[in-house]
């Protein structure tokens, strides 16, 4: 079991133009180089010269390198949540299935397309607080995700439904890197498990009203 541990913090966002482009190049450096060598060896030195960018100015935003891996973390959340989004707005799939398989199919895209994903999702392996100094990874992502299925659904976003999301996601979560371990690509036969899981544990706790 990883030791639990508190994210490093992020001092501040950027405010001005300028200043918000050297943010998100100091993110998307930070992604290049956790595929190119991995976490264990990611420094922030390396980062800023990748970036272009003054050490000085790291440190800026930044207290340290999980204050960094903590934003990179989180721009990850806010891209899959808007792409979930998007998806289910243009495609309006009903019922719980069609929620299952559009978030299930997003995440899977964002492991094979975006740089870093699979070593930097939404935490990274040892740093459980990553997203929220107060809550693991897996329940700040649940958190979110409740109050998609809650507004989805129109399920109240109460206790029940908190827990059948988090045991869900601690699933999918299981499942989709046991998916990425037996094929980089994802397993595509893991994956279907995945949502079949999801699908049977949902459709049971989940009662739309009405139903």
């Known amino acids: 079991m990883n030791q639990d541990r508190t994210a490093g913090t992020l ?9 918000a482009e050297r943010f998100e190049r100091l993110l998307d450096a930070c992604a ?24 000085g100015t790291l440190y800026q935003f930044f207290s340290d390198r999980e204050g960094l891996i903590g934003a990179l973390a989180a721009r990850n959340l806010e891209t899959f949540l808007e792409r979930v989004a998007a998806r ?15 978030t299930v199919d997003e995440f899977v895209t964002m492991r094979r397309t975006i740089t870093g994903f699979g070593v930097v999702d939404f935490g990274a392996a040892g740093q459980d607080h990553t997203l929220e100094p107060a809550l ?3 329940t700040a992502v649940a958190e979110r995700l409740r109050a998609v299925t809650a507004a989805l659904t129109g399920v109240q976003g109460d ?4 827990i059948a999301v988090r045991v869900a996601l601690e699933c999918a979560d299981s499942v989709l890197k046991l998916a990425f ?3 980089p690509q994802g397993d595509s036969q893991l994956i279907a498990e995945c949502k079949r899981v999801l699908n049977s544990y949902l459709t049971d706790r989940i009662r739309p009203p009405g139903n």
């Open 11 to 19: 001092r501040r966002l950027p405010v001005q133009k300028r200043s």
């Open 88 to 102: 289910l707005e243009r495609e309006k799939p009903e019922g719980i299935s069609g929620i299952v398989d559009v």
């Open 32 to 55: 290049e180089l956790l595929d190119e060598v991995g976490y264990a060896a990611l420094t922030t030195k390396e980062v800023a010269r990748r970036a272009e960018v003054p050490i």
């Open 159 to 162: 206790a029940e439904l908190e």
């Open 136 to 138: 693991d990874n897996n």
């Open 181 to 183: 371990r037996t094929d």
